[in-house]
């Protein structure tokens, strides 16, 4: 078997003599025993344990698991066990509402579901029923009606770790769904493994993972990144891996303080979360080298931050944008010198660097012709990369509806540099009239340090409304007309309390629904075809 098939691939680290040791930021949902310290040996033996629990289940080959549960690494570690028998994890999010996850279920048509009673109790009480759309309900955590026990499918041993064709279904991930309901992705091993995470396994200069690293990775493990990351960084072996299933700075502060990391990889929203934590000077980022973030673009000040954070001479910050869809497509390094500049309208975050070196091609076309426009003019930006995903689950049309010319419609709104760069301007359903929500919303967060959140909605009619969260509830008025001075015009900002956003598991702002909510719906300024 190809060492980073995720089935053995705990199995083959053990073998090789892997020493790398996991802390975890709280017990997994899948060992209820309570430790949070794991070797490879131990790990190996937890993914043929829980791939013994699926055949116990009646999980065959070809069989789709879904997978809906609080989150934590156990998500990945699961979908090794199903891949290890031969049958398709389906990873999501319970952070989604209870009627998109009945509705992804339908078109999943799994033939067992992981989940905790918890979970099943959350959802019931909305009036779904998850057991109701799968054959079979494991749970986790606790007994629920209609649903099977942990405890009646321990002990069961399954057979020996299949391998699958390269073309073949591996794994199902879902999209943020900031838009509406989120895209069930479908990735087999050429794409996800070998096109995606062996390109990581490689030791580059500086952005690798080293064997003296403590990496550490703080992430939605239903998404694609989850499993990725772990094939990838696992297989170059660090010292130390440090887990968190959370954002919360309060419960992620003592575990980075116990095991201080050197590459540390996360959502924006948690490094935006975190960002109080670096003021200290004995915070918890003093020794890292090399911080990551992926999924979305990431505001100025918090880069700044976290970089006078690290004692290191010359840490180094790398943004990687791309898609559920495609995995990584372009990446852009920043150092403490490139984010200097404070609360000037210049790219920074948003310049996101030049597609990554043979593996990616971009093109930005007029969204009505679909004709390439001249580099420095906006357009959509389409992708081609061997990496594209298999197909959207139970929406044939839908991927193929967002080609073009073999090219793949990313739905993102950007600029081609003459020296081959991209700007990020927009989703482009989320756009505003003659300019970016996304520079507006940088722009805010430069030039209002007590601004948590700035999410600016576009519509058809009538100025765009900015949506503001501070650290304390309020917002000088005169600090807002100083800061807007040179923007488009806005209308006047609506302040929520911390904790009212709608957020995808990620982090990202449900666009949508808060449209919903402060707009009653009013109609995007974009038209949303490319979603």
Known sequence: MKPLEPGPFFDVLADRGTRTLVHLSRALDIAPDGRTSYGIEDLAELVAQAAGWLTALGVTRGDRVAVIKPNHWDYVLLACAAARIGAVPALISDRLPAETLQLLLKRLDATALVTTAGTLASTRSTGTDLSAFTRRTLTLDASASGAIPLADVRGHRPPPAHHRPDDAPLAIMHTSGTTGIPKLVTHTTATLIHRIAAAEARRWPIVSTRRDDTVAQATSYAHGRGLAWTVSVFWLA??????????????????????????????????????????????????????????????????????????????????????????????????????????????????????????????????????????????????RTRALCAGYVGETERLRAKFTDDWFATGDLGVATRSGRLLLLDREVDTVRGGSCVEIEDVLHDRLPEVVEAVVLGRASGLPLPVLVTRDGKLDRAAWRRAVADLPPLDEPTLLPDGQLPLTATGKVRRQELRDRLLDGAPPYGTGHWT
Do not use: M
Not at 299 to 320: D, E, K, Y
Not at 356 to 369: E, F, M, N, S, Y
């Open 238 to 383: 660090p010292r130390e891996a440090v887990i968190l299933d959370g954002y919360d700075p309060g419960r992620a502060e003592p575990v980075l303080r116990a095991h201080p990391p050197t590459a540390l990889e996360a959502a924006p929203s948690a490094f935006v979360r975190w960002q109080p934590l670096t003021a200290s000077p004995d915070n918890p980022f003093r020794d890292v080298r090399l911080y990551i973030n992926t999924f979305d673009a990431i505001h100025p000040p918090t880069v700044r931050a976290f970089l006078g954070a690290s004692r290191r001479r010359l840490p180094l910050w790398v943004q990687v944008w791309g898609q559920s869809e495609t995995g990584p497509l372009t990446f852009r390094c920043f150092t403490r010198r490139s984010v200097r500049a404070l609360g000037k309208r210049h790219p920074t975050t948003r310049d996101l660097g030049r597609p990554v070196a043979g593996k990616a091609r971009l093109r930005v076309v007029d969204p009505q012709t679909l004709q390439p426009v001249p580099r420095g003019r906006p357009g959509l930006v389409l992708a």
